[in-house]
């Protein structure tokens, strides 16, 4: 190549680079400048939604929202998005009149089946707040999609859309070539509500494990005493020992009487600690005295949750509890068992002080933890009460935030414990 040729080729090469970035500046002055020049339009369209929200005079408020400019719109879109997730009642149903009038519904509608994923997120994204029961299908569908935003967008979409056909399907993401989040179809589920026990009990007997835990968890939370009957079967029989635990767990959140024997026939007869240890603590949730003497013999448990457990559940059941608790934490046996394999009399609370060789210093321990940690949780909210007292009656100020902005708490009576 020749001095020239090599020249000229330079000049080409700055010439296009120039070129670049001017274009570059000239796209950002631009886009400034269209910005400032609908600063006070996009200000206005916020009002409106704001005059929406705050209840002013929503029919005009509506009106200037379904006539704004299309860019206009599109710059105040997200914060109305936002408040469709937020607002009830009229305030909802203007701002809903306002995207079917717009269009926006039948776009996002048709944006379901656009080919780029971001535009089926923010669309499946639109419909949920909209409430739009007539897309349950393809958003069902897009639970399956390839992209994993598009199907946490969906599953969070049907969960706002609250139709309790979607339980199947949602339960149904979880296996599969693309599954969808454990959490995320809880919480789908969790907000349709009450609807969804019906199908979340037939779920319960699913073959697959992670839909059963699943179907559990979600009971569990919103308190279904319907399902104990389904979930005890669960606890005495399931292969799974994640899925015997939290329907352990789910069972003390019930917190019903009928779930009694399924949680002492898992404390005193499952193989696994696991689901042993969960069933101590339900049972302190239960709170049924009849649980005594199943939880006085798991104090010996070799595995330290499940006799920690029983213990903090014998603190929890009051009068009962508390007096087998200190029985055994008065038992002093240096040549004892310290492996904790021996189990105690525990026949209830007015049954003979415990000899001493009955039950191993492991068990003693786990009791007198169990009643340090009750008193010093009594302790705290006495003088928790005290000050809130002194508060009120203006005898003492109220504690000073700290640095970070919150309340110091009262730690100055703790101090020497």
Not at 175 to 187: E, F, I, K, R, Y
Not at 253 to 265: E, I, N
Not at 267 to 282: E, K
Not at 337 to 358: F, H, K, L, N, Y
Request: aromatic letters at 2%.
């Amino acid at each position: 190549m020749t001095s020239t040729a090599l020249t000229r080729t330079v000049l080409w090469v700055v010439a296009l680079a120039a070129g670049c970035v001017g274009g570059i500046i000239l796209i950002r002055v631009s886009r400034r400048l269209r910005l400032a020049y609908r600063a006070p339009a996009t200000a206005r369209a916020r009002a409106l939604l704001l005059s929406i929200v705050a209840g002013g005079n929503e029919t005009a408020a509506r009106d200037g929202l379904c006539g704004l400019d299309r860019w206009v719109w599109q710059a105040v879109q997200p914060n109305a998005v936002a408040l469709l997730g937020k607002v009830r009642g009229d305030a909802r149903a203007s701002l809903v009149s306002v995207f079917e009038q717009r269009g926006i519904a039948r776009r996002a509608a048709a944006d379901l089946r656009c080919r780029g994923a971001a535009r089926r997120g923010r669309a499946a994204e639109i419909l949920g707040v909209l409430g739009a029961k007539d897309t349950v299908g393809p958003l069902c569908a897009l639970l399956g999609d390839t992209d994993r935003q598009v199907r946490i967008a969906a599953a969070r979409a049907l969960g706002a859309i609250g139709d309790p056909d979607t339980i199947a399907p949602l339960l149904a993401s979880l296996h599969g070539p693309q599954p969808v989040a454990a959490q995320l179809v809880a919480d789908a589920v969790l907000r349709i509500g009450a609807a969804a026990q019906p199908a979340l009990m037939v779920a319960i007997a699913d073959d697959d494990p992670l839909v059963r835990l699943c179907a559990i968890e979600v009971l569990g939370l919103v308190g279904a005493v319907p399902a104990v009957e389904p979930m005890s079967r669960a606890l005495r029989a399931d292969p799974s020992v994640e899925v015997r635990t939290r329907a352990a767990t789910a069972l003390g959140r019930v917190g019903t009487r009928s779930a009694l024997p399924a949680l002492l026939h898992a404390l005193t007869c499952d193989p696994s600690a696991p689901v042993r240890a969960a069933s101590a603590t339900a049972l302190g949730e239960v709170t049924d005295p009849a649980a005594v003497p199943a939880l006085v013999a798991s104090l010996s448990d070799p595995h330290h949750w499940v006799a920690s457990g029983a213990a903090a559940a014998l603190a929890r059941l009051g009068g009962p509890g508390e007096r087998e608790l200190r029985r055994v934490a008065a038992v002093v046996d240096p040549v004892g068992p310290a492996d904790g394999s021996a189990r105690g009399s525990g026949d209830g609370p007015g049954s003979d002080p415990v000899p001493p060789g009955q039950v191993g210093n492991r068990a003693a321990a786990h009791a007198r933890e169990a009643l340090a940690t009750a008193q010093r949780d009594t302790s705290r909210r006495s003088v928790r009460g005290e000050r809130a007292a002194a508060v009120r009656s203006g005898t003492e100020p109220a504690p000073a935030p700290s640095d970070d902005g919150r309340r110091s708490p009262p730690v100055a009576a703790d101090a020497g414990r």
